[in-house]
């Protein structure tokens, strides 16, 4: 049961919500979205690449 909703549906109801705001969405929504997940995880791992590195060198130093 989802707290502050009356009659103990609730959460159905919010899941119901859930599937209606996914089904009217464009295709190009989510499209965008996986475009910006997958620059957000490059610019993280070449960050994290380019951290190990700097250890690197200061330790050869």
Known sequence: ??????????GSKLAGLGRL??????A???REAAVSTRQSLAISALSLANQ???G???FLR
């Not at 049961?1 to 609730?10: C, D, I, R, S, W």
């Not at 705001?21 to 464009?26: C, F, G, K, S, Y």
């Open 21 to 26: 705001i996914l089904a009217v969405q464009p």
């Open 28 to 30: 190009s929504y989510f």
């Open 56 to 58: 690197i060198l200061q």
């Open 52 to 54: 190990a590195n700097q």
């Open 1 to 10: 049961m989802v707290k502050g909703l009356p009659g103990g549906t609730g």
